[in-house]
């Protein structure tokens, strides 16, 4: 199938290769003149697991160009994936998707082949058939459904991993403005995704609804795993990762994201809980569920920070390791990592950062209140108190022996994600999140 892919960034990029990569003609755009020479250059202007490899496959089947009008007569498909950023209201805003369907509406106009409009950008439920299809139809002059197709069919994944949850999928959601657009992209994705996944084809607002929906469900897990966690502390001898592990094993909720740990965080889960809220509220209702997951995740820097100023008093050095809002990507955008970082240095704590990635974005938002620093037993040297915050699996490998050397006498050591278990850790006074301690604080 011929594809156009506009906006070439984290998705929009890692979309075009799995394509192409699939053996589908793709023809990509971006506004950024910059990010188009690197790729005309077959250089990767992106940080994404296996994308440069992915992109050695791709490159045959993958053009870049210099306009929507290339893009648009040179395909069948025009997938749109732009940052649909949110506002004060929580609501996610149409602007760049507008902006991109003006931009390629005259060359829609022009085709006198059936063309597929096909967003894959969040966006608010009702955008869809209350914004694009009427925007479409009156710049075109065409009948959405007979002379042109429209979809919504946003992807569900997450930075670091974003093409193997692309070719891997459970589902893939298509909201489609007719049956024959809702054909073209079930064969596309059958055609390109490794797995047998099921495909979700419904109305065009089911399937915003469906998208927002979701990743509020998911986070919903994480909030309950992390609320398990919070009372498991308080009990002595109880063990949240035996408690989560149980509960997932029945097929009714599933083991996936039940874990206690650090909350959600990143570009995605905590905007879409705020803009399912903005959307029962239009509409009369209420997303009560969705509160309770918020206050629960905000809750937890918090009571990270209170843990370590139980055992150790400002000005105490600090280490955290780990920034980023999950491992694999340098993204800090809703990190918690940062959150606590940013209030242990505003309370007088001496805070030292560690990331395999993240220390240059957590700089541009700490600034100098923050020690940086790529090694991470330079990092922990002189600690008084050690939090393990992001889930680097290098961070499984830390030689305690040598940090112990190196921190200060009897260092508490907050353990998010139990990494450190069953680690030989007399020398500090060792805290995993979730375990309730028989001799409270010890």
Known sequence: ????????????????????????AVIGYDLNEDFRRELKSRRCPIDETGLVDLLEAAWPSLQIVDSYEDAVFRSDVTLIIVPTPSMADGRFSDEY?????????????????????????TVMPGSSDGVFRPLLERLTGKRCGMDFGLAY???????????????????????ASDERTGAMLTELYRSTCKTDPTMAVMSLVNAEITKISLNCYVTMKISYANALAA??????????????AAIGADSRVGSKYLKGGLGFGGPCFPRDNIAFQAFAGEFGAEAVLGKAVVAINNAVPKRLHERI????????????????????????????????????????YRVALHDPKAIDAARQVLGESVAYHFDPYDCIAGASAIALLTDWPAYRELDWRRIAASAAPRAVVLDSWRVARGVEMSAFTYIPVGVGITAKGN
């Open 1 to 24: 199938m011929n594809i156009s892919v506009i906006g070439l960034g984290k998705l929009g990029l890692c979309t075009a290769a799995c394509f192409a990569a699939a053996g589908h």
């Open 231 to 244: 009372i498991c502390e308080e009990v002595p001898g109880a063990d949240v990762d035996l408690v989560t």
């Open 153 to 175: 069919n946003p992807e569900f994944i997450a930075l670091g991993s974003v093409i193997r949850n692309f070719l891997h999928p459970d589902m893939v959601l298509i909201g």
């Open 97 to 121: 998707v507008i902006k991109v369907l003006e931009g390629l509406a005259p060359a829609v106009s022009g085709k006198d082949s059936f063309h597929l409009v096909d967003v894959v950008s």
């Open 309 to 348: 100023a139980a055992h150790a008093a400002p000005p105490a050095r600090v280490a955290l390791l780990g920034g980023s809002y999950k491992a694999d990507t340098h993204i800090i955008e809703e990190s918690q990592s940062i959150m606590l970082a940013r209030s242990l240095a505003g309370a007088g």
